[in-house]
């Protein structure tokens, strides 16, 4: 019973296999050179300043809902768009209560100012 899930299992050491090799092979043939700018970190294009603790603008955790948003309407309406003929008018409707839900998030992140930068 097992003997069917051997395919799974040989899959699995290949990619592991090669992933290995191709670390190995990056390590091994390029040149390293870290310099100061390289290893310093990057925060959206400007120099770090302030302390790691200091309190985020509301704003950045709004981008975040919104983007929460926008990728369960897509993760949700792909599935829905394709059995739309066989789900009949309460998938449709159903559908639609959601999409409204998620209008009212996207309203309330417009009106909370997450899409204004300025």
């Known amino acids: 019973m097992l003997v ?11 990619a592991i296999l090669i992933a290995c090799i191709i670390l190995i092979v ?24 302030g302390d790691t603790r ?14 929460i948003v926008f990728d369960l309407e897509i993760m949700f309406l792909f599935p829905w768009a394709i059995s739309l ?5 309460t998938g449709y409707f159903s559908m639609m209560f959601f999409l409204a839900i998620l209008t009212l998030g ?11 930068w300025a």
């Open 4 to 14: 069917e899930y051997n395919f799974i299992f040989y899959f699995a050491i290949l």
């Open 26 to 49: 990056s390590y091994s043939f390029v040149f390293q050179n870290n310099d100061s700018e390289k290893i310093s970190a990057y925060e959206c294009g400007f120099q770090p300043f």
């Open 54 to 67: 200091e309190r985020f603008d509301v704003r950045f955790y709004l981008v975040a809902i919104l983007f």
């Open 85 to 89: 003929f066989t789900i009949g008018l």
């Open 106 to 116: 996207f309203v309330y992140e417009w009106r909370r100012g997450a899409l204004d």
